[in-house]
């Protein structure tokens, strides 16, 4: 009989599961939900009036998720409870909230229901800018050895930046709570009951290493006084490692999803890690994108090597044996979605709903008739700040070279190249500070529905494309995890490496470089680096100048 594992991916505005085979990876079912709060940007259910780049989750559409998707697998494949074997989770990250011991998050409670800091920040929450350059200048007068993991520069999206604005905006916040736990955790804690911080989001997203744990309680007091203990105080919980079961099913959640107690539960992992696995790969030198909303860059290496203004390195936190590093880019997708949501005239939603196409695959469409170079327009893809390799979320887009005649599919065009540049900027960084990037996969949404990007990908980066072979890269990622949490006596896997060999995939064909292209984006590449250098390394600081000027009005 057939064993199977579930999947769930929680990404920023809905979760997806899928049920996959054990023995080969192929997607029995799948089942998405979306999360009826959404991004909280503006306001709260309440009214209660948000702050200028905040963006919050409430946990209770998370849990839905579990209780929407689950079962509707079940119902559509007709598998049994008793051959599902684990669950695994992966989750956006870094994306954090505040609970009681007991895992009831504080905007559950009645007190806090009007309070933002009581709820999930999710990774796009950029209002704790300032702690990040502040954290990054006392890091770097103290030497503190776990700045240069990060790039030499800690991000406003991870853990620290966030409880530190929240020590400092809402103390009485930080007193409430029991625990400051990353979405991920407190999910695997609703399922098994066990209460597991996993070594990946940790060690990418919380400044924890295998070698020095966390750094200090003098670190700690020099960014806050509240913050001297807040190890020991508010991160009191185990470590446990991707690839190992966190623990079974409780007998409540089992009734409640249809499954049967003691399933293994995965120790959760971090969305664009899991989709290492899902292509296979389990090796170094090959550079998987994950591209979404925002895109993240992970590739395997043998030994630490420090890269400036990646997102992290950490020894065991992608597949066990290798340094995992990460970098990314805080936004494609959906800057894409920006421009069609505001600058595309009514004429052309008209001709692609004649034409049965949406409206990205009709821009796409007649972007595709352009050569390349022939928009004469160049951007930087800075729309959300820039992740990597600049780290500073003050940043924003710049689009040169437009004239009264340009046209929407110019500009759509110039917004994917952009993209494909800052890739490889990222790509080149890393190989010139030791880190090999010999092939190149992508996978996530963008991968599997727009051609066009993926060949200006290899146009501009100069090597072949290789494409995900499931559409749901990450959620099949963790539904690997969860075969291994199983084990092979449960008829699963004892080891990450094995379970990505059989169970991930890759597309046949390839996107590969076509020469004329490359020689075109050779030549607008280096104009890029220019712009990237100019805006992004103090020599122009207007974009921060008119940050500063809109947020000093809207504060008023």
Not at 332 to 337: D, M
Not at 346 to 370: G, V
Not at 444 to 472: C, E, F, R, W
Request: charged share 25%.
């Amino acid at each position: 009989m057939s064993k199977y594992s579930i999947g769930i991916d929680f990404g920023s505005l809905s979760g997806r599961a899928i049920l996959a085979d054990i023995e080969n990876g192929n997607e029995i079912a799948s089942s998405i939900y979306s999360y009826p709060h959404g991004i909280m940007e503006s306001q709260l259910p309440d009214g209660t009036k948000l702050g200028m780049d905040w963006a919050l989750q409430d946990p209770q559409d998370y849990l839905e998720v579990i209780y929407h998707t689950i079962p509707q697998l079940l119902r559509v494949s007709k598998v049994r409870a008793e051959d599902i074997i684990g669950i695994g989770i992966d989750f956006t990250a870094c994306t954090v909230l505040p609970v009681k011991s007991d895992g009831t998050p504080l905007c559950f409670l009645e007190e806090y229901k009007n309070e933002p800091h009581a709820y999930v920040k999710l990774w796009k929450h950029h209002s704790a800018q300032d702690q990040a350059y502040e954290l990054n200048a006392i890091a770097s007068q103290r030497g503190e050895p776990f700045l240069e993991r990060y790039g030499g520069k800690v991000s406003l999206e991870w853990e620290v930046p966030k409880v530190w604005e929240l020590v400092e905006e809402a103390p009485h916040i930080y007193d409430a709570m029991d625990y400051w736990i990353e979405a991920a955790d407190w999910i695997v804690w609703k399922l098994c009951g066990s209460l597991v911080k996993s070594n990946c989001v940790a060690g990418f997203k919380g400044l924890w290493n295998e070698e020095e744990g966390y750094p200090g309680n003098n670190f700690f007091k020099a960014l806050h006084h509240k913050l001297k203990c807040y190890v020991e105080e508010k991160l009191n919980f185990p470590l446990a490692y991707i690839g190992e079961r966190a623990g079974g099913l409780t007998a409540e959640m089992a009734k409640k999803i249809k499954l049967n107690e003691g399933t293994a539960v995965a120790v959760s992992i971090i969305d664009a890690h899991a989709a290492i696995p899902a292509v296979g790969i389990n090796s170094p030198g090959k550079m998987l994108a994950i591209m979404g909303t925002s895109s993240c860059h992970m590739v395997l290496g043998e030994k630490k090597c420090i890269v400036s203004g990646i997102c992290g390195v950490v020894n065991n936190g992608v597949i066990p044996g290798y340094y995992g590093y990460e970098a990314g880019q805080a936004c494609v997708g959906e800057y894409f979605a920006w421009f069609v949501d505001n600058c595309i005239p009514r004429a052309y939603k008209d001709a692609a709903k004649k034409n049965s196409l949406n409206i990205h695959e009709y821009l796409t469409e007649k972007a595709r008739k352009l050569k390349a170079g022939e928009n004469g327009i160049l951007a930087l893809d800075w729309w959300n700040g820039n992740r990597s390799i600049l780290v500073d979320a003050d940043l924003s887009g710049l689009i040169i070279g437009m004239t009264i005649h340009t046209k929407p599919e110019e500009i759509y065009r110039a917004l994917i190249e952009a993209t494909a540049y800052g890739t490889r900027k990222i790509v080149e960084t890393f190989r010139d500070n030791g880190v090999p990037v010999d092939e190149f996969y992508a996978s996530g949404g963008i991968s599997q529905k727009n051609t066009l990007a993926m060949q200006i990908y290899a146009d501009v980066l100069k090597m072949p494309i290789k494409i995900a072979g499931h559409m749901n890269g990450s959620a099949l990622g963790s539904a690997i995890h969860g075969a291994v949490a199983a084990g092979k006596q449960m008829g699963g896997y004892d080891d990450l490496s094995e379970a990505s060999t059989a169970m991930g995939r890759i597309k046949e064909v390839a996107y590969e470089p076509i020469e004329d292209n490359c020689t075109i984006y050779e030549q607008l590449y280096k104009e890029y680096i220019k712009l990237h250098n100019y805006f992004g390394k103090g020599d122009n600081d207007v974009m921060k100048l008119l940050r500063r000027i809109k947020r000093e009005i809207k504060e008023k």
